[in-house]
């Protein structure tokens, strides 16, 4: 059975920290890993991974696929308060599960001043 | 602007009630999708579609019809809702699978007494 598992689930930290969030997968003919953020309701796209090692960057936020050992990674450097969100990892697959989204249950990152 | 648009973006029903729940988008994307959000859950997708007439269960399809006979156009029904249908949800769509991350629409809370 397909699946997505994002760890930690929850995560509070001090604005200027670092945080990784992890994701890992298991998904039968793996095609794309994709993080989005969710603030109060519509998950908005950050990055689409489909290639091992090559690191996806924007702003303070980076994403490395690992697709040896199935699991992607999504760093926020010199975080701020607006980086507070649930962030949503899903894998997609080829052939009979092409289309089919899988998700993670999230992880609800907490920036506090 | 591009978007995907659903309606109602809130929605209180009784249950046995038939409802649809619409879902539009404006992109000329091929594919499309509808997803619940339940706490502890995450998203789970409920049906998807790659084109005009072609639909696909996702992993949580009973209870749920869809139709595709347009492009821009996936509506979500719910012939006989019940209460364990009360959720958070989301239609999504994209140019096609595995290419671009996909965008979604704001929501609909449904609830079901």
């Known amino acids: 059975e397909d699946k997505v598992v994002q760890s930690p689930l929850s995560l509070v930290v001090h604005e200027g920290d670092t945080v990784t969030l992890n994701c890992s997968y298991e998904?039968?003919?793996?095609?794309?890993l994709l993080w989005y953020k969710q603030e109060k309701k519509a998950p908005t796209f950050l990055f689409m991974l489909?290639?091992?090692?090559i690191e996806k960057k924007s702003g303070r936020l980076s994403s490395i696929l690992d697709k040896k050992e199935l699991f992607s990674i999504l760093n926020i450097t010199a975080t701020q308060t607006g980086d507070s969100a649930i962030y949503l990892c899903?894998?997609?697959?080829?052939?009979?599960?092409?289309?089919?989204?899988?998700f993670g249950k999230g992880t609800k990152l907490s920036v506090k001043p | 602007e591009a978007q995907v648009t659903q309606n109602p973006r809130y929605l209180i029903t009784v249950t046995g009630k038939k409802l649809t729940v619409t879902c539009s988008q404006n992109?000329?994307?091929?594919?499309m999708s509808w997803y619940r959000q339940d706490p502890g859950l995450g998203l789970r997708q409920i049906y998807y579609?790659?084109?005009?007439?072609?639909?696909d269960k996702g992993d949580v399809p009973e209870g749920y019809k869809v139709s595709r006979k347009e492009k821009r156009n996936f509506p979500l029904i719910l012939e006989s809702p019940s209460p364990n249908q009360t959720s958070l949800y989301f239609c999504?769509?994209?140019?096609?699978?595995?290419?671009?991350?996909?965008?979604f629409g704001s929501g609909t809370r449904l609830t079901v007494v």
């Open positions: 489909t290639s091992s090692g």
């Open positions: 998904v039968t003919n793996f095609r794309s």
């Open positions: 899903a894998v997609e697959g080829y052939g009979g599960s092409q289309g089919n989204l899988i």
């Open positions: 992109m000329n994307h091929e594919y």
């Open positions: 999504a769509s994209s140019p096609w699978t595995g290419s671009y991350g996909y965008t």
């Open positions: 579609s790659m084109n005009v007439e072609v639909t």
